[in-house]
């Protein structure tokens, strides 16, 4: 067998990885043509391939560096308790340390009284956990038919089968056999391009009534919990119009339905405050839990419960678990986070200095002939591509095909941003400092000018029809 080194020729990288590495969310002949980016290092916001390049990374990975790269605190945090005690299970009337702190911090960080935590790997593995949970909660109490969860089209949640079926994504529920019974969805609230003639606020109403027709229509004695992420990401980092979480709040209240808040990518600093739920005013039983919990350097995630529902779920055995729940490295990690982003008042900077900062100069590119609407709230935030901004018009192309087209050029011009459909969307580290915050402005900008360069060449500023 070959060593296999950073020091290899990328080609050989790449033909290793296109012969035994099959990729998530990708079509793999095609990828293996053009050879996938190897990506071998990264510092603080910047990452460097394998051909030396370097990229300033505004998706924070994939949503979930928020304290940056090659914080060596994390490392040795992590060290340390693999030779301590590397790992043991949390099954059988069992507990270690590093389980004991992180829930009792996530409590502590947790608003309301969400004070309890079940441990997880993932975010998928949290919203299996959550569908299980809610509907044993009703069937503990009495109501084992109140069963549907009610979630959104274009949501996120997950790739497992509970977790993508809680999604609302059509091109994953059109393989293999998703969604699951018992999940039903109602419409997003994307206002630019779902909200036709209806102001924001009223399409932000109209949009969480539908949750409230959608309960009606199935009977709130069936209907066991609605999902939602505050703003979704993967969706296109939607910011729904300020009518719409309150109203969905009442609705839930008034039928006693349990409110799921998937904090995957909010949560832990990303909007400006610990919690998506405080950016929004939402008061959910359950918060889903993962990325920025360990900042990406270990895999975890869970689910932090209120007190009414860990109470009913304490007076069963809940017959559900992960090998990994409360893997005693990955909450190491975690922790470490955790005392570095308070140590560092990182949230607080977030929300005073940095997250204005970014959406004062995020706003600045709206002028940009080729943008639409910008939106940023903390540190995640979308601009849409559209031929023409007076009208909201989709391209006159498959979506997705202009989008593609400028990550390319982000990509050149030396900055990772994502492509959402033909929205563009970032989540960077939230240690960025002003000066990294500028050089973002200015690589996305040029990659802007030269979309729109090839487009007016191509002759593709072109509306649907
Ligand atoms: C990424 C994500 C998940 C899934 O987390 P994994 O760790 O990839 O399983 C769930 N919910 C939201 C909102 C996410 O962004």
């Given at each position: 067998m070959t060593l296999i080194t950073n020091h290899m020729p990328t080609a050989e990288l790449q033909a290793i990885d296109a012969a035994h590495h099959m990729h998530p969310f990708t079509e793999d002949k095609d990828l293996a043509k053009k050879g996938a980016r190897v990506i071998t290092r990264a510092n603080g916001v910047t990452l460097t391939d394998s051909d030396g390049n370097e990229f300033l990374d505004a998706m924070a990975g994939l949503w979930c560096v928020n304290i940056g790269y090659g914080r060596n605190e994390l490392a040795e945090a992590a060290a340390r308790q693999m030779t301590e005690l590397p790992y043991y299970n949390t099954f059988f009337q069992t507990t270690h340390v590093p389980a004991i702190a992180l829930a009792e911090k996530l409590a502590d960080l947790a608003p309301y009284d969400l004070n309890h935590v079940f441990f997880a790997s993932s975010g998928s593995e949290a919203n299996d956990t959550n569908i299980r949970m809610v509907r044993t909660y009703w069937a503990q109490k009495g109501q084992p038919e109140r069963d549907i969860i009610i979630s959104r089209r274009n949501a996120y949640h997950g790739s497992s089968m509970g977790s993508g079926s809680l999604g609302g994504m059509s091109a994953m529920h059109a393989q293999g056999g998703m969604p699951i019974a018992g999940i039903h969805h109602i419409g997003q609230p994307d206002w630019w391009s779902e909200?036709?003639?209806?102001s924001p606020d009223e399409f932000g109403l109209m949009r969480a009534r539908e949750l409230e027709q959608a309960i009606e229509e199935l009977g709130a004695h069936r209907v066991a919990a609605f999902i939602g992420e505050p703003i979704q990401g993967a969706g296109g980092v939607i910011v729904p119009p300020s009518t719409y979480w309150p109203e969905i709040q009442r609705i839930c209240d008034k039928h006693g339905i349990l409110l799921i808040a998937d904090e995957v990518i909010c949560g832990f600093g990303r909007t400006g405050n610990w919690f998506g739920s405080q950016t929004f005013g939402i008061r959910p039983h359950i918060m889903t839990i993962a990325k920025g919990l360990s900042s990406g350097y270990a895999p975890i995630g869970g689910s932090i419960v209120c007190d009414e529902v860990a109470e009913v779920i304490a007076g069963c055995e809940f017959a559900h678990g992960y090998t990994y729940s409360g893997h005693p490295v990955a909450c190491a990690v975690a922790l470490e986070n955790l005392r570095i982003m308070d140590e560092e008042g990182i949230v607080d900077r977030v929300a005073a200095e940095t997250g204005p900062y970014l959406q004062q100069k995020w706003e600045t590119l709206a002028d940009h002939p080729l943008v639409g609407e910008t939106r940023m709230v903390g540190m995640m935030g979308s601009l849409v591509l559209t031929p023409d901004k007076a009208s909201r018009a989709t391209f006159a192309f498959d979506a997705g095909t202009v989008g593609l087209i400028c990550r390319e050029h982000c990509f050149a011009s030396g900055l990772v941003m994502r492509a959402v459909g033909d929205r563009m969307v970032i989540s960077p580290p939230l240690v960025m400092s002003r000066d990294d915050i500028d050089r973002l402005i200015e690589r996305a900008t040029r990659a802007l000018d030269l979309t729109h360069a090839r487009l007016k060449q191509d002759g593709m500023m072109k509306a649907a029809g």
């Open positions: 909200g036709g003639a209806m």
